[in-house]
């Protein structure tokens, strides 16, 4: 009898132990293709003491880089970005940070406020996945979900990704249980170059009002940051896609003013942060690369050491020690981005797809 | 003999039965849509797709220069048969989950949509007033003249007036009684109109 | 609730422990409120039709029940002073009585599901009738929506309620018992339609947990689901690619589609079936088996024994025994015996039952006239078999195949096209195009396409062609191995690695290869609108 109950449970165990190692082989590793889906799960290893957190979509993780901030003021700083990640997963991104650490500001870039409502399970997936679990990502969960999802697939995204049995490649065995970092402190990194040829003007809109579950959410974070001291800036990126509307912009302007907040439209400051759309941006004006970001994170960081005291850690020797080796592994990938470059025409190894270039078309 | 001239007639009969059963089947497209006790999953559509089984684009299509320009279709032949366009802007989302395009001619912007590797027409967006639709209304119609081509078969809210045809959409924007702009849309599961 | 839900499996591990946990004589309770409360998912208002059923022939069999004994102590009673005549007068008497109880039940009942299935599909037929007088009139739809496992429920009890009438057995008297009965929630999806007499020693029972149940049930569950999912769920992509472009899909792919939906539904039918079986099994409750292994037939009469067996069996016993022994029948008969002979004579009968059999069959798989087409075929294809009997017994006398295997595959080969060629009614749906496919199998000769890529149209990968190709030969083999006894039993004589492993590569296969989750279309049980 006992030597049963033995036998049983050592099955379950067993059993447990492939379905948690097929778990870990069947989940996109996200290093050749769509880096992004990389970057929310990167922060938890971090030494979690920055002075500055970002939160948003691409428009955060592509535009600003932590290290020229550190390398020009001495400020250090997260990107907690995602790909198209809604306001409710920037809050509850938020939250669940403030449990690690307290800042001293943080930056949301409110291009998600147009997105009342959850749009893409991919998207979902690709900012949900990365987070540890915990009552915050279990909330966002719930309000991210789409009419197709299940909650069950987000506790065990074998459930999610089992189809992927057909598509396994080397990659999900090499990095099953350790991947190699595909971001700089949040920055995904880009060194080439698609200058902007089009920007495409705003298509007439009914309803210019943001929807009210994006002002419920950016109302919980202006409180949850009023509460932990924190000053929270609002800004928009330097994109030209998507249209940011002016009656938008206004929406933010009385926003900001109406809660003693904070907002940059850095599609106003083009010329004083030197954008140069020809030579700063790698998909034509949606995201900046590293130059641009380089020239945008120089501009924000004088704002932020001088207007908001964010302080300069050079001089702490542990901080600089972790920021320095930072700042090697940062040069390093744009000496490799570089390479690749003149090697294939595209960044063949950081996911792009290959450009077609002007004369081609 | 007269065992085999009974079921004959009885085979003719049963045929018979089954013929019967046939002509009146063109309600079958009816029932399909309310029949519950189906053996089947594939539920729905079955009575929609032989309705329209011959691929014929239902729904409203945008015509410049005598090029049909439907929704949801392939984009490169009707790209091609446009001509050359002012200009073009390729739109990557995040994490490039799909590249629309924009087309830009003089008066519209044709947007594509990626699905398995080919480009469908999304949408077309009149730029200024020098497009019509076929219907003839474009840019600067009043609110009368459109509920006259379309009829009142429509929904609004704010302002923007939604017809539906098929799985097409034409959504005209009226400001201050007149069109201020004209949109055909796909309707396409998942896309942002 | 799907079977194939989280919410079902969650369902169901909290029954089952709860279930084994609680006092004995609570078990059946605990039953009834379990298939309510499932039953309460389909829809509240779904729960009112299942208590107007209960209710209504809870009172109608007891009242039958009573007129039985008054009868049967009146008998007794005037034993003496009763002649034969007079008793056969009385019993007659207390026939009519309780035959308008009865035929009141049944009208109800009956009325119900008719009226909630067949209403939209007669009136389309009236518009259809208006629209050839060129009558400007249209009848709206009324757009009911059938219950929950309706048609399932509504046969057993009425199968119940006829039996009480026939003193079968005497009636439940406790109309908490009888509900479990109507509503015990595994049998509510598909079937089987179980009969009271079969079931009642053991759905009212204490059980002990007993791990041979159990077991045999949870396997039996998982073998259902990987039917389900790996298999049926993954066809029916394919056959709805098809099914629902028959412009572009003719001649061979008709013939694919017959053979895939002919694999998918079977695969989701009996894998329903299984996880029914099964969950009733770790409750310790037998129920009776509705498939035999039907595509090993090798006649269509073979096949309607071993499909949907309980279907059969029921119309079989409520429908076609009472029609042909009826005396109006005879009546007929005996007419037809004195006009056209003896071979015409006792062929109407038989007959005139199997058409209104079949016609009903048809009609009960659905309200459309594709449903009763197929119906009918079955029957033409049935009596034709019959009358060639005499043909097939000249042939076998001369050429002594009987025994020879190649001939008995090439009957089971034979009425396996036979059927999968019916049920293309099914496929499409609508009588016309379905006449037309198979019309195009003849003309359309596009055989070689399917092989130089028409294949990977139907929206199955390779992968996904490999998979099918393994599970179908492991469901293969499965059925075979059953023909010599219960899989399970062998399995059990096993060592407990081997036993565990298997349960857990199929548990694997059904997570990894089954057609769920994003991405695949969430699809129903096929007969679960019934």
Partial sequence: MKKKILINIAALCFAILILFLLQKLFMPKYISEIREGSLIAEYYDEVKDHDVMFIGDCEVYENFSPITLWEKYGITSYIRGSAQQLIWQSYYLLEETLKYEKPKVVVFNVLSMKYNEPQKEAYNRLTLDGMKLSKSKINDIKTSMMEDESFISYIFPLIRYHARWSKLTGEDFKYMFEKDKVSHNGFLMRTDVKPVTVIPKGKKLADYQFGENSYDYLDRMTKLCKDNNIELILIKAPSTYPYWYDEWDTQMVNYAEKNDLTYINFLDLLEEVGIDFSKDTYDGGLHLNLYGAEKLSEYFGKTLSEDFGVSDNRNDSSTAKIWDEKVDSYYAMEEDQQRELVEYGYLKSYGALVQITEEEE | MKKIILLITIMLLLVGCSKEAKDPANDADQENDTTQGSNDAQNNDTADDTATQDHQVVGFSFEYNGVKVPMNVEAAPVVEALGEQTDYFEAASCAFQGLDKFYYYSGFELDTYPLDGVDYISSVVFSDDSVSTVEGIYIGSTLEEIIKAYGENYTEESGLYTYTLGETKLTILVENNVAAAITYLAIIEGLQP | ?530
């Fill in chain 3, 1 to 530: 609730m799907l079977f194939t839900s989280y919410r079902f499996i969650i369902f169901l591990i909290v029954l089952f422990v709860v279930y084994y946990l609680i006092p004995k004589k609570f078990q059946w309770i605990l039953l009834l409120t379990a298939s309510y409360v499932f039953y309460s998912f389909a829809g509240v208002k779904s729960l009112l039709y299942v208590m107007i059923t209960t209710i209504s022939t809870y009172l109608i069999s007891r009242k039958l029940n009573r007129i039985q004994t008054i009868q049967s102590d009146y008998l007794k009673e005037n034993k003496e002073t009763f002649s034969r005549d007079d008793r056969k007068a009385y019993k007659a008497l207390m026939k009519i009585k309780q035959r308008k109880w009865l035929v009141f039940c049944m009208l109800l009942n009956f009325g119900i599901l008719a009226i909630l299935k067949y209403t939209d599909f007669t009136i389309g037929n009236i518009n259809s009738v208006f629209d050839l007088l060129k009558v400007n009139n249209e009848l709206p739809m009324l757009g009911f929506v059938l219950p929950l496992g309706i048609s399932f429920y509504t046969f057993m009890t009425m199968g119940y309620i006829i039996d009480v009438y026939r003193e079968k057995y005497p009636c439940e008297k406790n109309i908490f018992k009888l509900a479990l009965f109507i509503s015990f929630f595994p049998q509510m999806i598909q079937g089987p339609i179980n009969r009271y007499d079969d079931i009642k020693e053991t759905l009212f029972a204490k059980h002990s947990y007993d791990t041979r149940n159990v077991s045999f049930g949870l396997q039996r569950i998982l073998w259902g689901f990987f039917k389900k999912l790996v298999i049926a769920d993954r066809l029916l992509v394919a056959v709805s690619t098809i099914v629902r472009n028959p412009d572009d899909f003719q001649g061979s792919y008709v013939l694919v589609g017959m053979f895939f939906y002919a694999i998918e539904l079977y695969a989701d039918f009996t894998g329903g079936i299984d996880i029914t079986i099964g969950v009733a099994e770790v409750l310790g409750i037998p129920l009776k088996e509705n498939f035999e292994r039907p595509y090993f037939s090798k006649s269509i009469t073979e096949y309607w024994r071993r499909w949907h067996i309980t279907m059969g069996t029921w119309f079989k016993d409520y429908l076609f025994y009472p029609i042909s022994v009826s005396k109006s029948m005879l009546n007929l008969s005996k007419k037809c015996r004195t006009r056209y002979g003896d071979a015409i004579g006792k062929r109407v009968p038989v007959y005139i039952a199997t058409i209104i059999v079949w016609f009903l069959t048809g009609l009960w798989h659905g309200a459309a006239w594709n449903f009763i087409v197929w119906g009918l075929g079955n029957c033409l294809v049935i009596l034709i078999s019959q009358e060639c009997i005499p043909l097939y017994h000249k042939f076998h006398s001369k050429f002594h195949v009987q025994h020879l295997f190649w001939y008995r595959l090439f009957q089971v080969v034979r009425t396996f096209w036979l059927m999968s060629f019916l049920r293309t009614f099914d496929c499409y749906r609508n009588v016309p195009t379905t006449f037309k496919m198979y019309g195009t199998i003849f003309t359309k000769l596009n055989l070689k396409e399917l092989f130089q890529g028409g294949l990977m149209k139907l929206g199955l990968t390779l992968s996904d062609y490999f998979v099918l190709i393994l599970c179908v030969t492991v469901l293969l083999v499965v059925s075979l191995l059953q023909r010599s006894g219960s899989v399970r039993e062998k399995l059990a004589a096993r060592p407990v690695l081997l036993r565990y492993a298997t349960y857990f590569v199929i548990l694997l296969a059904i997570l990894l290869l089954g057609a769920y989750g994003v991405g695949y279309d969430a699809s129903q049980f096929i007969y679960s609108q019934f």
